[in-house]
């Protein structure tokens, strides 16, 4: 790369006011290279071993692109003589305003007494208000220096500039307070370990209470969008609790089910408060799936047989076509399951139909016909005699009776009048033991929420 090259670069970003510097190994003053900011406004030890040992590694005809713990950007690329390199940066690409100086001081546990050098700091370096235009302009610079198409890029943390025995893992070390973050990080293991513990036992008040704990805890902020770093928290929780309820005995198909669900909800958030409130209810879900659906006490093909129920109640559930799903004989499940469950096969699946059609009963209009078919039971007049046998009412006595009240208070609900919430689930299976079923998508709900179940 010829001299004139350089020049024109350098010439080039000084009239965009972005600083550059060109440097030849070794170099005994880094400081140039953040504006002072480690040495003189936090009073980090010199880092330029790393700093060139890095530089070092560098391969020819390659732009790198890094950002440090602090946001600042900074863009680098060795040139022409084996031990010299360019240097653009640093730059800001997000406006500094007093809010995000407090989550700077916060997410690096930096002391109070910094905030206002930092903020004179900041004030100094250049903003860029167009991440993409800049990345533009260092493709063009590349192609110009190194030919189109003959150069690459790279983009990697700035772990050599941080590096150093102020910083660990990402978080300030205060001197007065060395092992203050090892300490928090242990603090906040120990809760998470918890809350598993009480969500594994569908302790909902212990687990909700080691929730509070976890809140109220300084965590870390990994991320300069707070929203996004607290939706992260958030998805961290529900895959923690995930595979809890799946070590509990909860079989995938409803952990994949609620899961799925609450990734949905957590990207629809639109605060921080709705992601803290919402971690709760993640909680108490998780908590509800342990409890309705304690399969850990039974054996391999009761689980599969339960599940195969639970999934899908349209389905053919007789013992021969449950028994050839599971591979094992229809005579042997029979026997196991009136062992393990405490109830024939067959009336399992006729309780689990029956509390289903109550429960749409109760919740929507669908006519009597169409809640048969929903409930896997296609011959309306075995449908009603069943029903009775279950309730001593006919289905349309229990419509009429049990469900009035029920689709009145319903109508007034936000859950149920959201738009693009749907008044007919396709809702299947019920719980065990208790007949509850499925964690219930819109309107049982809401039903739910209004205390009605």
């Not at 407090?102 to 860029?128: I, N």
């Not at 307070?177 to 242990?186: G, S, V, W």
Request: proline share 5%; aromatic share 10%; glycine share 6%.
């Amino acid at each position: 790369m010829e001299k004139g090259i350089y020049d024109f670069i350098q010439e080039l970003f000084f009239r965009m006011g972005i600083p550059t510097r060109r440097v030849t190994l070794p170099c005994g003053d880094w400081s140039w290279l953040d504006h002072g900011l480690r040495e003189n406004v936090l009073g980090i030890a010199d880092c330029g071993s790393q700093i060139e040992q890095k530089l070092r590694a560098y391969e020819d005809d390659t732009v790198y692109f890094f950002t440090d713990v602090f946001h600042c950007s900074y863009t680098s690329f060795r040139m022409l003589e084996r031990d010299s390199f360019y240097f653009i940066g640093p730059l800001l690409f997000e406006r500094v305003d007093a809010q995000w100086i407090d989550r700077l001081l916060r997410s690096l546990d930096l002391p109070e007494r910094l905030r206002e050098p930092l903020q004179s700091y900041y004030a100094d370096v250049k903003f860029l208000p167009d991440r993409v235009m800049y990345d533009h302009l260092i493709i063009q610079t590349g192609e110009y220096a190194f030919g189109k198409g003959s150069y690459r890029t790279v983009y990697e943390d700035a772990g050599f500039l941080d590096r150093s025995n102020a910083v660990c893992h990402d978080r300030l070390r205060i001197p007065e307070e060395p092992f203050r973050n090892t300490q928090r990080i242990e603090s906040r293991y120990a809760v998470e370990n918890a809350i598993i513990a009480a969500v594994f036992s569908g302790n909902e008040g212990q687990a909700i209470e080691q929730f509070r704990k976890m809140a109220a805890l300084p965590l870390p902020q990994r991320l300069t969008n707070t929203l996004r770093d607290r939706k992260d928290l958030c998805i961290t929780i529900n895959t923690l609790l995930r595979k809890t309820a799946e070590n509990t005995g909860v079989h995938p198909v409803h952990i994949d089910s609620y899961s799925n669900r609450n990734i949905q909800s957590i990207e629809a958030m639109t605060s921080e408060e709705q992601c803290v409130s919402f971690a709760y209810q993640i909680i108490h879900g998780y908590c509800r799936l342990i409890t309705e659906y304690p399969l850990k006490d039974y054996s391999p093909p009761i689980r599969q047989a339960v599940t195969y129920i639970n999934t899908d109640l349209t389905a053919d559930l007789s013992l021969k076509s449950l028994a050839g799903q599971i591979n094992v004989n229809a005579s042997y499940l029979s026997t196991l399951f009136k062992r393990e469950v405490g109830v024939p096969l067959t009336e399992y699946v006729n309780r689990c139909r029956i509390d289903y059609a109550k429960k749409l009963l109760q919740i929507t209009d669908l006519p009597i016909k169409a809640v048969a078919l929903q409930c896997g039971i296609p011959d309306m007049q075995y449908f009603s005699r069943m029903f009775k046998r279950q309730t001593g009412v006919t289905p349309r006595s229990y419509q009429k009776s049990a469900g009035f009240e029920v689709r009145r208070m319903l109508r007034q609900s936000p859950q149920l009048n959201a738009p693009g919430k749907t008044s007919h689930p396709n809702r299947t299976g019920a719980g065990i033991k208790n007949g509850s079923g499925d964690l219930p998508p819109d309107p049982f709900q809401a039903a739910e929420k209004s205390g009605l179940f």
